[in-house]
């Protein structure tokens, strides 16, 4: 007994159609013209992978980033990341109205 696939509602029942890929043997003919115009687009792609070459890397970030000592604590308003870490300003977060 084969099995029976679940219902969708919305979706058209079709038959279950084989999915094996089609054999090398199998020919396709086109017209000349539609031929010229897929060789002008393979080529026409094979110019921009060639033209944009590899992709520029970024400069790595930690070269960029602050040293914790270079930084006064006592005027930070809001984190800052640096080489070795976050510093936070020491009463960031706290509500003003909070009991102490």
Same mark, same amino acid.
């Given at each position: 007994? %084969?099995?029976?696939?679940?219902?969708?509602? =919305?979706?058209?029942?079709?038959? $279950?159609? $084989?999915?094996?890929?089609?054999? #090398? &043997? &199998?020919?396709?003919?086109?017209? %000349?013209?539609?031929?010229? $115009? *897929?060789? %002008?687009?393979?080529?026409? #792609?094979?110019?921009?992978?060639?033209?944009?070459?590899?992709?520029?890397?970024?400069?790595? &970030?930690?070269?960029? *980033?602050?040293? %914790? =000592?270079?930084? &006064?604590?006592?005027? #930070?308003?809001?984190?800052? #990341?640096?080489?070795? =870490?976050? *510093?936070?300003?020491?009463?960031? =977060?706290?509500?003003?109205?909070? *009991?102490?």
């Amino acid at each position: 007994m %084969a099995q029976q696939q679940p219902q969708i509602p =919305g979706e058209s029942q079709t038959p $279950d159609v $084989d999915q094996s890929p089609q054999s #090398l &043997d &199998d020919k396709i003919t086109v017209s %000349a013209s539609v031929l010229a $115009d *897929l060789q %002008a687009q393979i080529a026409r #792609l094979s110019q921009q992978v060639q033209t944009a070459g590899k992709p520029q890397r970024k400069p790595n &970030d930690e070269n960029m *980033l602050p040293n %914790a =000592g270079d930084i &006064d604590v006592s005027t #930070l308003k809001s984190p800052v #990341l640096t080489k070795t =870490g976050w *510093l936070v300003p020491e009463k960031y =977060g706290s509500h003003p109205n909070a *009991l102490k």
